[in-house]
């Protein structure tokens, strides 16, 4: 029926350090979700922030307008309602007012059901020179694979 959706936020696990992921459900309309489908959507630059009622809202996430979608179609960077247990955002809201970590999103999928759903991470960025060990990390991993395929 559909092909496999998979939109990562490949920045995020350079710049933070996760800490716990939850998987929410999103609010979207019609063209949204086409789009989402069409695989026309991005997530790297984009964050999760409370309201003042205490709802999750995606920010800055980047959603291109549908192809077909005339006068029906939505704005590209619209705030987009997250849904998730009353239990969970009260923990949500709780860690980043206290302890100032930021709630980011890491992937934007399709299940089974057809419904899109968004995995968020509460996360804590990371300094400078975490991210030059990362750096030295990855560099390692790619020589010793390297080593390893010359020797088989």
């Known amino acids: 029926m559909q092909k496999n959706i998979n939109i ?3 920045r995020a696990k350079f710049q933070y350090e996760i800490l716990d992921k939850y998987t929410a459900g999103i609010v979207l309309t019609g063209t949204e979700i086409k789009s989402i489908r069409d695989g026309k959507a991005s997530i790297t630059e984009s964050f999760c922030e409370f309201n003042l009622q205490n709802e999750l809202f995606v920010i ?3 959603i ?3 192809v077909y979608g005339n006068y029906y179609n939505h704005a590209p960077k619209a705030q987009r309602k997250l849904l998730l247990n009353r239990k969970e955002l009260k923990k949500l809201e709780k860690e980043v007012n206290n302890s100032g970590l930021t709630i980011i999103p890491l992937r934007l999928f399709i299940n089974e059901n057809g419904y899109a759903k968004l995995v968020i991470a509460l996360a804590k960025g990371k300094k400078l020179f975490d991210k030059r060990e990362t750096i030295k990390d990855r560099d390692n991993k790619r020589n010793l ?8």
């Open 60 to 62: 800055n996430m980047t």
């Open 145 to 152: 694979a390297r080593i390893k395929k010359d020797f088989n």
């Open 64 to 66: 291109q307008e549908y």
């Open 8 to 10: 990562l936020n490949k």
